[in-house]
């Protein structure tokens, strides 16, 4: 519908400019004269170069957008080329050149507007380059270029939607932690603790006398022929922990502040070589199993990405209807920018039932806790919970107490 609207408006405008031109035409013949034809001939350069235009077809446009990178992290800044061509060198008065973009990034802070009006003239290759300064997370799609441009009378217009499609993914921002384990709760507290010892059965570095509990495929045979002994291998060991976290996905001002955490809180313990699973209930309910590498951090960075503050659930029914939580045999993490009575409560049977449990309780910074909360956090530690305050900017000192109680 809007398409034959334009058509009938474009016809509409091409014939005022006829009856324009007739008019002054007219006008001059019956009134006769040196100003009457002044004002022909002065008109008439402006009627040509509209008729012309009218046309001529932007189809003859090809433009590209050119981005530094795809893969960003939350405030880094980006520096977006446009360029724009034609074959032919039809002169333009003006040009409006605007990107296409996702309404996120439309509102984002823009050094150099992406949207410009230009002087093209017969330049047959235009280059512009416009800056988005504290790129948000997510990802972020563009679409098309829109071209505009018209004459000076401003009867006749031109415009052209020409696709030019680009993703750009935004990861959140994170800090550098270093991951401390943390150990079953104790009626004083947590501490730090030991990592769960596993041998590493690909990594052989000497050999002993066999011991009860070693497993048959460990004999060394040529080792026990020798000594007339049998004789075990010696393996390297490793320590390793799984840990699951759990997300608050409800809608609150602090979302971004515990998206950037929990983006940090994983990466360190991935880097420490430990594995994490993942759990999130947002608009749809999305769940991670406990893996370790480097595929697994791209894939939970991607997610925390693309995540929105969307569920309607708090974070207490959330973690009553994830039962398998008490099947796992890790350390669980919560990560919420508040507390209440119901998690708690709800937290502190699961740790009866789990063992270890950590609540990170995400601050603005400079925040203080709330008295409820401070309660709260007491009640928490009566029942086995250990509850760590995070202020925003300040997520390296997640860990820093783990060894006092």
Not at 134 to 162: A, C, M, N, Y
Not at 296 to 316: N, R, T
Request: aromatic share 12%.
């Amino acid at each position: 519908m809007s398409r034959v609207f334009n058509t009938l408006k474009g016809v509409w405008k091409l014939i005022i400019l006829f009856i324009l031109i007739l008019l002054t035409f007219s006008y001059a013949m019956f009134q006769g004269g040196f100003v009457s034809w002044f004002l022909f001939y002065s008109f008439l350069p402006f009627a040509l170069y509209a008729l012309a235009l009218s046309f001529y077809s932007l189809n003859d446009f090809q433009v590209e957008r050119v981005l530094p990178k795809t893969e960003f992290n939350a405030g880094e800044n980006a520096v977006i080329t446009l360029k724009i061509r034609r074959k032919a060198a039809v002169p333009l008065l003006y040009m409006v050149i605007e990107d296409g973009m996702s309404e996120q990034l439309l509102y984002s802070k823009q050094g150099k507007k992406a949207k410009r009006f230009l002087f093209p003239g017969f330049q047959k290759e235009i280059s512009l380059q416009y800056q988005i300064d504290s790129l948000p997370r997510g990802e972020h799609f563009f679409t098309s270029i829109r071209i505009k441009t018209g004459d000076s009378l401003g009867l006749i217009e031109k415009e052209r939607q020409v696709p030019a499609e680009n993703r750009m993914i935004v990861y959140p921002a994170y800090e550098e932690i270093i991951y401390k384990p943390l150990a079953h709760h104790y009626d004083q507290g947590m501490t730090a603790s030991k990592e769960r010892v596993q041998r590493d059965t690909s990594m052989a570095i000497g050999i002993r006398e066999y011991q009860p509990g070693d497993r048959f495929s460990w004999i060394n045979w040529k080792a026990t022929a020798k000594r007339n002994d049998i004789m075990t291998k010696e393996f390297e060991q490793r320590q390793s922990h799984d840990v699951s976290i759990l997300m608050d996905c409800e809608p609150d001002s602090r979302f971004e502040a515990v998206v950037s955490f929990t983006a940090s809180l994983v990466r360190a313990i991935l880097r420490k070589g430990a594995q994490v699973g993942f759990l999130t209930s947002a608009a749809e309910r999305t769940i991670f199993p406990i893996r370790g590498g480097e595929t697994q951090q791209l894939q939970l960075f991607y997610h925390l990405a693309k995540i929105k503050d969307g569920s309607s659930v708090p974070l207490d029914r959330v973690l009553e209807a994830e039962s398998f939580l008490l099947q796992q045999n890790s350390q669980l993490m919560l990560v919420t920018p508040k507390l209440s009575k119901a998690l708690i409560e709800k937290v502190g049977f699961v740790a009866s039932k789990n063992g270890s449990i950590t609540i990170f309780l995400i601050k603005d910074m400079d925040e203080s806790p709330l008295q409820e909360e401070i309660a709260l956090k007491a009640s928490a530690n009566s029942r086995g919970v250990r509850v760590i305050m995070v202020h925003n900017g300040q997520f390296s000192d997640a860990f820093t107490g783990v060894s006092k109680g």
